[in-house]
C-alpha cells in the first residue's frame, strides 16, 4: 500500500517537524522520505510544506490534508487490529514508553516473554524519564510512575508504589542523619530528578498530621533516575527513590532508608492510552500481560 505509507510518512513529518525525524520514526532515509512527499504533493497537486533553511512548517492545506491524514490512518489501524482480534491472531506493533527506572527493571524483562506466547506482536519499548507526549511520540500505550494527573486518556491503575528517602552510610556519617523533614532543607543535598516542565520540584512526605510538602534544593539534578540512584550510592546527598529501585542497596546495607516514619508519598504505577486503542486486541494482551505479571512487585 504505497499511498498509505506516503501518507504515514507525511503524517510523522508533520508531528516531528522535519522529514529527517519523520522518515528516521518510519525507518527510511530521508532521501526516500522526502520523496514520498514530493510524490503525495504530485498526486494532489498542491505543496504541502513551506520549506527554508532551518524549519518545516505545513501550509495551509497542508495543515487541512494533515487532520484527515491522521483519521484515516488511525482509522485503518484500528480496522486491521479489530480484524486480527477476531482471527485470533494478534500481529503488528504496539509503541510503548516508560520510565527509565520502571521500563529497565519491569517492563523491558516482559517483553521476551510476551513475544514468546504472541509472535506476531512487536512490542517496541521507547524509555525516559521526560515527560512524553502521546500524540508526537506517536504511542499506543504509556506507563508512567507518579500522582494521576487529569487526562483525556484512558488510564489504568497498576498498583501504588512505595517510596523511600535514601543515602549511603558515608553520607550520613559526613552530614548527619535527619532527624526531621525540616533537616533536609537545613542541613542536607538532596538529588533532585530535573527536566523542563519536571513536576517534581519538591518532595511530600507522609507525616502523622498529614502530607508535608518540602521545597528541598540540592547541588546535583539530573534528567535520569538511576543518575540520582549512582549519586546517591556515592556518598552526594539524599535520594527520593522508589522503594523497587533500590530494595538490593538497602538489602546490602550501600544505602540506608531515610526517616523511615515520615516517607515520601507513594507513587501510582499505571498506563495511558487513548479510548479508541481499547479496541486493539495486542494492547489489552499486553496491558493484562504486564498487570498479571507484576502483582506483589510492590509491596507496602
Known amino acids: 500500500m504505497p499511498y498509505v505509507e506516503s501518507l504515514k510518512v507525511f503524517v510523522r513529518v508533520v508531528e516531528l517537524g522535519s522529514i529527517t525525524a519523520g522518515g528516521r520514526d518510519m525507518r527510511l532515509t530521508p532521501a ?25 512548517r505545513p501550509t495551509e492545506a497542508g495543515e487541512l490534508f494533515y487532520n484527515h491524514a491522521r483519521r484515516v490512518i488511525d482509522t485503518l489501524d484500528e480496522a486491521e487490529a479489530v480484524v486480527a482480534g477476531f482471527a485470533g491472531a494478534p500481529r503488528g506493533a504496539v509503541r510503548v514508553s516508560a520510565p527509565l527506572g520502571v521500563g529497565r527493571r519491569i517492563i523491558a524483562p516482559l517483553v521476551p516473554a510476551f513475544n514468546a506466547i504472541y509472535p506476531d506482536v512487536q512490542i517496541q519499548l521507547r524509555l525516559s524519564d521526560r515527560k512524553i507526549d502521546m500524540l508526537e511520540d506517536r504511542l499506543d500505550l504509556a506507563f508512567f510512575l507518579g500522582e494521576l494527573q487529569d487526562s483525556t486518556l484512558k488510564l489504568r491503575k497498576i498498583a501504588t508504589c512505595p517510596r523511600v528517602l535514601v543515602a549511603a552510610p558515608g553520607y550520613l556519617e ?3 542523619t535527619p ?25 511530600t512526605l507522609q507525616a502523622p498530621d498529614g502530607p508535608v510538602r518540602l521545597d528541598v534544593s540540592g547541588r546535583f539534578d539530573a534528567d535520569d533516575g538511576d543518575v540520582l540512584t549512582d549519586w546517591a550510592l556515592a556518598g552526594h546527598g539524599i535520594a527520593n527513590k522508589p522503594r523497587f529501585d533500590v530494595d538490593e542497596h538497602i538489602a546490602s546495607g550501600a544505602l540506608v532508608e531515610v526517616l523511615p516514619r515520615t516517607p515520601p508519598m507513594p507513587s501510582t504505577f499505571a498506563c495511558l492510552y487513548p479510548h479508541r486503542k481499547l479496541q486493539d486486541p495486542k494492547l489489552r494482551l499486553f496491558i493484562d500481560y504486564v498487570v498479571d505479571e507484576t502483582r506483589g512487585l510492590f509491596p507496602g
Open 32 to 56: 526516500v522520505a522526502s520523496n514520498r512527499i514530493k510524490e503525495l504533493e504530485k498526486r494532489l497537486g498542491v505543496r504541502l510544506f513551506n520549506r527554508t533553511t532551518r524549519k518545516l
Open 174 to 176: 559526613s552530614h548527619g
Open 179 to 203: 532527624k526531621s523533614p525540616q533537616d533536609l532543607l537545613e542541613n542536607h543535598n538532596c538529588l533532585l530528578l530535573r527536566f523542563p516542565r519536571s513536576p517534581e520540584y519538591f518532595w
